[in-house]
């Protein structure tokens, strides 16, 4: 069976692809040993199997919460993709989140559109995901944030970015106002801003009432996960921490990334973990240690599992065959 999937992901184009991500994940892992090979190996020894198992299936905790309000946010617009090809597909998302240019939610358009999901569909549940996943975290970063009051921009600037987004999608005049404008001219840009009115329009509906709160309790249990087990992993470390401030920490990380605007946060989440590490007092390698382990434990595990998710969504023999 030929699909379109397989015409995009043939030749170069695959080797490319897999190459991106390959060399990416390789890149981040040398460079963490490289500032921190002692911390990293003491930090893993420390942790042991039974908490590297712990930390892993928070990490799933996670995934699987996201992709629950993924499957919501689809039924909304009118489209039911059974389960496990659906769960493939988000999960091949995964494989290209270090790629600029979020390709990796790009390229699920791509897969479920050989599910009869047309491409708006599938840009307007990214976009609902990325709004609910903005507003859990600039709530649980709220959880700490009297200890640390210097973060109050970054917070401030997470909030407005939300609440600038949720005012335009709460008015139905402005949206239609804004197409219609779009609609009755010509030129590259205008189309663009007509193809945006509608993604836009089809977002709206996601928030309903009943799904926004559903889906901003599943955002905040999802990533809560993940800071919880960030605590669990500086407790195992030795650090002295209250639970309070790890939450806050991992989250103030993850939104320090997501206002850089570079892929998967690189860099600047690794740069706001360790800073305010050091801040409360924790020694510096104890802090690279636990922010390098708990960034291939959300991060680069998403990516793995989000490869061997891509190559089975894109008939793994036919990969296979082109990779050889």
């Given at each position: ?34 500032a ?25 905790m ?26 493939r ?61 210097e ?12 609440v ?7 008015s139905?005049?402005l ?10 001219r010509?030129?590259?840009?205008i ?111 998403a ?22």
């Amino acid at each position: 069976m030929i699909s379109s999937v397989e015409n995009y992901l043939k030749g170069w184009r695959l080797r490319a692809l897999i190459f991106s991500i390959v060399a990416s994940t390789g890149a981040y892992l040398g460079f963490s040993l490289w500032a921190g090979c002692k911390e990293v190996i003491t930090a893993f020894a420390q942790i042991g199997l039974v908490g590297t198992v712990i930390t892993l299936c928070m990490s799933l905790m996670n995934y699987g919460l996201r992709f629950v309000r993924w499957q919501l946010y689809l039924v909304q617009l009118g489209y039911y993709v059974p389960w496990i090809p659906s769960l493939r597909i988000y999960l091949s998302g995964f494989a290209l989140t270090t790629t600029p240019g979020k390709a990796g939610e790009a390229f699920r358009s791509v897969l479920l559109k050989q599910q009869g999901v047309p491409f708006p569909t599938t840009f307007a549940t990214f976009i609902s995901e990325r709004l609910s996943d903005l507003v859990a975290i600039v709530l649980l970063a709220l959880v700490g944030l009297a200890q640390y009051p210097e973060a109050s921009g970054v917070v401030l600037a997470g909030t407005l970015g939300g609440v600038a987004m949720l005012v335009c999608l709460s008015s139905q005049t402005l949206l239609d106002r804004l197409h219609y404008w779009a609609s009755s001219r010509q030129g590259k840009l205008i189309a663009l801003i007509t193809h945006v009115s509608e993604v836009m329009k089809s977002v709206r509906c996601c928030y309903c009432p009943g799904l926004l709160v559903t889906a901003t309790v599943i955002s905040v249990i999802a990533w809560a996960t993940e800071a919880l087990a960030f605590y669990w992993l500086l407790g195992w470390l030795g650090a002295d921490i209250s639970l309070s401030f790890a939450i806050f920490v991992y989250a103030l990380s993850m939104l320090a990334g997501a206002l850089s605007f570079l892929p998967g946060g690189l860099g600047s989440a690794e740069a706001a973990m360790v800073s305010l590490l050091v801040h409360v007092g924790i020694a510096m390698p104890v802090a690279i240690a636990a922010t390098i382990f708990i960034r291939l434990a959300t991060l680069w595990f998403a990516v793995v599992i989000g490869l061997v998710a891509l190559i089975r969504s894109c008939h793994g023999e036919v990969l296979t065959e082109e990779i050889t």
